[in-house]
């Protein structure tokens, strides 16, 4: 069973914001104040140009592993799906702490217990070996709650906010910009997740497009939420670590209403568990593709993956102010190396052959 094109812009216009709204709009503030929107339009023009050729390469009906078996020979091609899968599991484990950090700080008012969030990897255990076809009917779900959810936060934030912080535009400076696209690079790696996917959903007339686009749309939420938050915040943005979560707490109706801005975090945290997710789910797909077909392979390597990134969430657990300023700092290369250079090569290489069909 595949995906359908119609899942694929789903996930594209619907999960790639979500994914971007708990830590990185005050790492942004810190690195270029109030000219924070402009190193993350710059990310998503590129990573919209680069799903258009991604999504190009899906013309071929191969998955990744198959185009390069076929190209260099299996031992290559098994390589390569250790490397992808490696990088994978590398960016999952940012969305990953962000979650704990979420559940632990947001949906507790007292300090929880230090396995609390344990059950997210039992949770992504199962979602791990389930087959990647699976993504496309999480989406159809998933989308008009996380829509819904965007939107709920957004109405309830605006009122609260003063657009004239973001005055004037450029104050940063070049210097600015350069910091703030370098601490975006650790959440712009969704032309990687595309890749894990083709081959699996048939690439229908204008679907390169379509998806940019979509992409695009997303993106212009994410940019109004990222200016209501510096509207609302302003010179304390850079200390509001889990912003939508915050954002939205200053709506005049709280006072009759009660937290009803909850139902909206609540839905916004169950479709980024999902985004969280995804890129392990991937990285079980291509390890299991590349080293046999066996039934008990899948659930194997979900398990071995989930106890690892368990393993690693918490042994980090007292360090991770550290590990976050690694990821967005001193690592930060390794996302555009993968999320920009490889899907550009692998483009080059394999993306001329045209296969289309009309929807």
């Known amino acids: 069973m595949k995906l359908s094109s119609r899942q694929i812009l789903f996930f594209l216009a619907a999960a790639a914001p979500i994914g971007k709204i708990v830590l990185m709009p005050a790492r942004l503030a810190r690195a270029c104040a109030n000219d924070l ?11 919209a140009a680069i799903i258009f050729c991604v999504l190009l390469l899906a013309r071929r009906e191969q998955t990744l592993y198959a185009l390069i078996r076929d190209a260099a020979g299996g031992v290559a091609a098994k390589i390569a799906a250790i490397l992808f899968s490696a990088f994978l599991l590398f960016a999952a484990f940012l969305p990953v702490v962000e979650q704990k950090l979420l ?13 609390v969030f344990t059950p997210f990897f039992i949770f992504s255990a199962y ?19 996380a829509a819904v959810a965007l939107a709920g936060i957004a109405l309830l934030s605006v009122g609260s906010a003063d657009y004239g912080a973001l005055a004037p535009a450029g104050a940063a400076g070049w210097e600015g910009f350069a ?69 939205s707490g200053f709506f005049s109706g709280m006072t009759v209403l009660g937290r009803i801005d909850y139902l909206f975090i609540f839905a916004a945290a169950f479709v980024m568990t999902f985004y969280v997710i995804l890129p392990m789910q991937a990285a079980v797909g291509t390890l299991s593709e590349a080293f046999g077909k066996s039934r008990a392979l899948p659930a194997l390597l979900s398990a071995g993956i989930n106890l690892a990134m368990l393993a690693a969430v918490y042994l980090t657990n007292f360090h991770t102010s550290q ?37």
Not at 103 to 115: A, C, G, K, N, Q
Not at 349 to 355: L, N, S, V, Y
């Open 323 to 359: 590990i976050i300023e690694m990821l967005t700092g001193t690592l930060f290369w390794l996302y555009p190396v993968f999320a920009a250079g490889v899907p550009l090569l692998l483009t080059l290489i394999f993306g001329r052959r045209t296969h289309e069909t009309v929807s």
């Open 37 to 47: 929107l402009f190193p993350v339009l710059a990310q998503l023009l590129v990573q």
């Open 127 to 145: 979602l791990c070996a389930r087959p990647l076809c699976t993504v496309g009917r999480m989406w159809d779900i998933l989308t008009p709650l």
């Open 179 to 247: 910091s703030g696209t370098q601490a975006a690079c650790s959440w712009f790696f969704d032309a990687v997740l595309l890749l894990a996917l083709i081959g699996r959903f048939p690439y229908t007339k204008g679907l390169a497009w379509k998806g940019a686009v979509c992409y695009l749309a997303g993106g212009a939420v994410l940019l109004f939420l990222l200016a209501t938050f510096y509207g609302v915040f302003s010179e304390i943005a850079v200390a509001q670590t889990h912003a939508f979560a915050r954002m």
């Open 103 to 115: 559940v632990r700080s947001i949906f507790y008012d007292t300090i929880p217990v230090y396995l």
